[in-house]
């Protein structure tokens, strides 16, 4: 389904150089406008309030971490529960990238992903789709559930195998 107008997306991030980044990196995009720009929560919470969007990206520390639980993004999701939320992260890990869209992330797009991927992740998410994510954040993931090759180049020297162990074990 392609949009007639653009999507409006506010950018909350607490890195200008990277909220100036995507701002010229979508200034000449047909399909995508950065109507707003925010450094913190309190302000993307306000703008909020006092206009719409199609979506919002929350990037940098603004999402939260593991540590906090992403109470940012969590707060966004109970406030805000009708507006999606994508998460531009750094994250490579699987585990926190399943938090983070437990935490209420409707889509997620690594840093390093081309404008394209960018783009598909925001449209899939406006058409409803839930757990949205690009294929770098499907490869992160991918990673921890494919099972680990063997090394045909093993070097067994120093190890020391225990038969009565494993006897007793089987």
């Not at 995508?32 to 450094?39: E, F, G, S």
């Not at 992260?89 to 991927?117: C, F, K, N, P, Y």
């Not at 899939?124 to 045909?152: E, H, M, Q, W």
């Amino acid at each position: 389904m392609m949009r007639e107008n653009k999507i409006e997306i506010i950018v909350a991030d607490d890195r200008p150089v990277v909220l100036y980044g995507l701002q010229s990196w979508f200034e000449s995009h047909e399909r995508i406008r950065i109507t707003a720009c925010v450094r913190s929560m309190d302000q993307l919470l306000g703008r909020l309030k006092t206009a719409s969007f199609d979506l919002i990206v929350l990037s940098g520390g603004i999402e939260g971490s593991c540590a906090n639980g992403f109470a940012p993004l969590r707060t966004l999701a109970q406030t805000f529960p009708a507006m999606p939320v994508i998460a531009f992260t750094e994250e490579t890990d699987a585990h926190a990238l399943a938090r983070i869209q437990l935490a209420g992330a409707a889509g997620l797009v690594s840093t390093r992903d081309e404008a394209r991927a960018f783009e598909r992740v925001c449209e899939r998410t406006l058409s409803g789709a839930k757990r949205v994510v690009s294929p770098r954040i499907a490869s992160y993931c991918d990673a921890v559930t494919r099972p680990n090759g063997f090394d045909a180049a093993a070097d067994y020297r120093d190890v020391r195998v225990s038969v009565r162990k494993f006897i007793g074990q089987v």
